[in-house]
């Protein structure tokens, strides 16, 4: 059974950075696409980044692109999120997920995950 644990949350400043971290544990963790989703109070959870499991591709949704930059290490079966030049508007519980990889496909839906974390806040005050 996989396992994913996310770290890094906190409150930080608009402007500011943050790394979001995400162990695995439980299978091959380059046998999975993965992908970081956030959800706001009172709105869906979206998709923000995927990589593939190679990680040679990559999503962003364009709300986050040229600031945020997901990465894996899969020699250390941890996945990461560095927050550049956070926003208010950014503000949300940062989940990971995995999906068994399918070439390089990138999956963007919730439904295409198997595997979540619990999730870690992120707070940008302005």
């Known amino acids: 059974q996989v396992q994913l644990v996310e770290s ?3 409150l930080v400043q608009a402007g500011g950075s943050m790394r979001l971290s995400c162990a695995f544990s439980g299978r091959t963790f380059s046998s ?3 992908g970081w989703f956030r ?3 009172g ?3 979206e998709c923000v980044a995927v990589i593939s499991w190679s990680g040679t591709s990559t999503f962003y949704v364009y709300s986050v692109k040229d600031r945020f930059t997901i990465s894996r290490d899969n ?3 941890t996945l990461y999120l560095q ?3 956070l926003k208010p508007e950014d503000t949300a519980v ?3 997920a995995a999906d068994i990889a399918r070439g390089q496909k ?3 839906t919730k439904a295409s995950y198997d595997y979540w974390g619990q999730g870690t806040q992120v707070t940008v005050s302005s």
């Open 94 to 96: 940062y989940y990971c």
């Open 8 to 10: 890094g949350g906190g």
């Open 83 to 85: 927050m550049n030049s």
């Open 75 to 77: 020699a250390k079966n």
């Open 43 to 45: 709105k869906e959870r």
């Open 39 to 41: 959800q706001a109070p």
């Open 32 to 34: 999975y696409a993965m």
């Open 106 to 108: 990138l999956p963007r």
